[in-house]
């Protein structure tokens, strides 16, 4: 069965509603495959780029950690399955809360994808356009 989740999003004008119909199966299952993909992608930064000795990634229960560097800092994405949400706390450009919309996670704020986040983020930390985070997610 299918359920509505309707919430109304503050924007400079009119109120705007984003609705996301998404069993909790099919969030489960979409949070967990992209929290797969995303340690992968993670895991294997280290064989493309030069990355800190303090670099490391764990996923375990829900929750990716990334450590970058003491520099950069530590990113955590994780699943909030009561709200079919995944939420990111960035080092870059803070907390944010994704929604899952036509198969993309979403942050309904700026409608702006995870995984271009991502990529804009660790493209500026690495210095390099070689990193695309969207075959990942």
Known sequence: MLTQLCRPLLRSGPIRTLCSAVSQNEYEKA?????EKLTDYFDNLPERFSVSPDYDV?????VLTVVVSKDVGTYVINKQSPNKQIWLSSP???PKRYDLVDHRWVYSHDNESLDTLL??????IFATDDIDFKSAI
């Not at 949070?31 to 929290?35: D, G, Y």
């Not at 990529?119 to 500026?124: A, I, M, N």
Request: glycine residues 10%; aromatic residues 6%; hydrophobic residues 30%.
């Open 92 to 94: 870059v450009s803070g």
């Open 31 to 35: 949070a967990e495959e992209s929290l």
């Open 119 to 124: 990529t804009r983020e660790f493209r500026r």
């Open 58 to 62: 764990t996923h375990a229960m829900g």
